[in-house]
């Protein structure tokens, strides 16, 4: 028999990629998903499969992280040998409009998992993975960031990501509990939610360079991110649950970079030079050059010749709506430890997953003009 895993938030970015993960792995995993209006399960329905299969090996269970019964139950019924608790509001920006909730099912939530295992008598049993984060780190008070760092949350969802941190380091020596925290940095992926700075970019671009759209209006283009591929981090997450002891481990890459040049990458992607000019409320990004044999290789000669005609005109602008209430102006992280205890190593780069989001995303772009009449697409760049 392979082992069983539970993972909270498994319709989620990281969630999806780790339920592939461990079932490769030959894993039963159970999945704890939100009763919703309307379809929420995009991210794994290529792994559903039918309550009548037998021996399947992905179950889901209706719930939510601020129900205690409902966890204590599935926890109860499950057993499993290993919890994933990715189940968040992981949206910093929406933290501010709802703290109370944030805090409930980011910090109460993981206070909830614990105690079910606690009292259902499977400390022995279950291992637990938190999902921490490098918001912990907020105003940073040293440069990298490393598992020593002291903590300055900077939003309701970090400070909620705290409460969470320590529950899990407490129930660890408290109950001796094999429950550790992965503080991961930014990772993003073609599933990454369509609201966060890296997506929201590649769908942009990619819409901006079909002509479905004229610009994209951005907040704070100088913060500083560290980011991954969700799928080297995923792994991670895994490798934590496999070591002899819990631990704390930083996931991160070592490397930074800003929102506007995150923009530029993306673009360059196809070819697509962007400038910067101004400052504040009135920089702006124009194109300042077409890379002609690289954009029509990705994009199509008709695409092209549409395009060349914006040569010059403004296809970024800032919009304060999307400014933070207290903004964590840089992370960068420091690994050294999960490289060397865990052996984690990851095999993407920046411009590898700038690549993998870029395709994607014009991909799914190609399909959505294609479906609208009047679409220029050509055919034979559709996939
Ligand atoms: P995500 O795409 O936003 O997924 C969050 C998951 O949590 C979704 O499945 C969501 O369900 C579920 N969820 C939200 N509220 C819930 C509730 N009340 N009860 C049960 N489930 C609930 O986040 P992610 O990027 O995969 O991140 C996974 C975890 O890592 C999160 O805890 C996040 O805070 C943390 N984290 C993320 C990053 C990152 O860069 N991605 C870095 C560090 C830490 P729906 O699909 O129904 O919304
Ligand atoms: O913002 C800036 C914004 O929303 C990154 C979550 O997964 O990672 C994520 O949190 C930066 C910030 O991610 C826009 O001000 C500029 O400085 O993509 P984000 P985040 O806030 O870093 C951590 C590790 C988590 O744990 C969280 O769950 O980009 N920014 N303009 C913008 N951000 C957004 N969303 N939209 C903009 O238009």
Redesign the pocket.
Known sequence: MGKVALI????????AYLAEFLIKKGYIVHG???R?SSF?TSRIDHLYQDPHVEQRNLILHY????DSMNLTRIIGEVKPDEIYN??????VKVSFDTPEYTAN??GL?TLRILEAVRLLGLIQNTRIYQ?????LYGLVQEVPQKETTPFYPRSPYAVA?MYAYWITVNYREAYGMHASNGI?????SPL??ETFVTRKVTRAVSRILLGMQDQVFMGNLSSKRDWGH?KDYIKAMYLILQQDAPDDYVIATGVTTTIRDFIRMSFLEVGVEIEFKGVGLEEKGFIAGIKESLFEEKMGVSCLESFKKRLGEVVVRVDSQYFRLTEVELLIGDATKSKTKLGWIPDYDLPLLVKDMMESDIREMKKEAYLKEGGYIILDHFE
Request: aromatic share 2%; proline share 0%; charged share 20%.
């Open positions: 909270t938030g498994i319709t989620g970015q990281d969630g704890i998903k939100r919703a929420n719930g939510d992280l601020t990715l189940a968040a509001m992981s949206h099912v980011d939530g999902a921490s984060t490098s918001e990501k991961l940095f930014n990772h993003e990454r939610g969700a």
